[in-house]
């Protein structure tokens, strides 16, 4: 499991920002998309995604076997919202680890919630999903959508060893058809994946991310404590559409 990489790696955050300008758009409004409310908020922010992203999730959608869909459980997550996951998280861990250092904590809390100056969530880029039945009956796939390592005892993560051959072969379904598609997935959960955030940018080897950390539309961009997002890249072609 050495060769993870994980959010909380500087090669992350080294990543440039060379925001294309998409909007957010609202997966409530296609019909070919089931929307899961587990997640849901208020403000709707949950059923958001990149128009780009949604695309090709679409795309990935035609490519699974008749009679699965994806179940959409959230989507875009606005920088406070990621940061109180964030923090609420990683309070839980300094608890349990009292001797671990900071860096170790932001370590650990990687591993299920993003440190929110790269999260993916916050650009719009990302998507917790599922599979199921047309009729909404969720598969198994080994693990609920969101479990943490410590419930998951590490079934969690895309590969790990222990989880069921139907489960299994219902993960490589997921990861083939959204794989198809562009997207990458956070391999310490299986149910997380992403197109055009930072992370991957660094996993698909391009010069930089097509979306940077977004507020919610018809808001003003909030005051963000810790790193700022990496200016936009001024010279050279954009990435290439994966």
């Known amino acids: 499991m050495t060769d993870i990489i994980t959010l909380s790696d500087p090669r992350v955050a080294a990543v440039l920002v060379d925001e294309c300008g ?3 758009v609202d997966v409530r409004e296609v019909p070919e998309l089931l929307l899961d409310s ?7 922010a949950y059923a958001l995604l990149r128009s780009g992203v949604l695309g090709r999730l679409l795309q990935a959608q035609r490519a699974l076997p008749a009679g699965l869909r994806f179940l959409v459980v959230e989507g875009y997550r606005p920088p406070g919202l990621q940061r109180r996951y964030y923090e609420q998280y990683a309070t839980s861990l300094r608890a349990a680890h009292p001797d671990a ?3 170790r904590v932001r370590e650990l809390a990687s591993a299920y919630i993003s440190p929110p100056e790269v999260a993916p969530h916050v650009c719009g880029g990302a998507v917790d999903l599922t599979l199921c039945a047309e009729d909404g009956t969720e598969l198994p796939l080994g693990t609920e959508v969101n479990a943490t390592p410590e419930e998951s ?4 993560r895309t ?7 139907t489960a299994r072969a219902h993960r490589t379904l997921l990861r083939e058809a959204l794989t198809s598609a562009g997207f990458v997935n956070y391999p310490t959960e299986w149910w997380h994946w992403s197109y055009g955030d930072r992370y991957w940018a660094l996993m ?3 010069p930089a991310a097509r979306y940077g950390p977004t507020e919610p539309p018809g808001t003003e961009p909030a005051h963000r404590d810790g790193p700022p997002p990496t200016p936009k890249r001024q010279d050279g ?6």
């Open 159 to 165: 590969d790990a060893p222990g989880i069921s051959a």
């Open 153 to 156: 005892a590490g079934a969690c």
């Open 237 to 242: 072609p954009p990435p290439t559409p994966a």
């Open 38 to 44: 587990r997640q849901a908020t208020d403000d709707g």
């Open 101 to 103: 250092s900071p860096a």
């Open 22 to 24: 998409e909007p957010l």
């Open 204 to 206: 698909r080897g391009r």
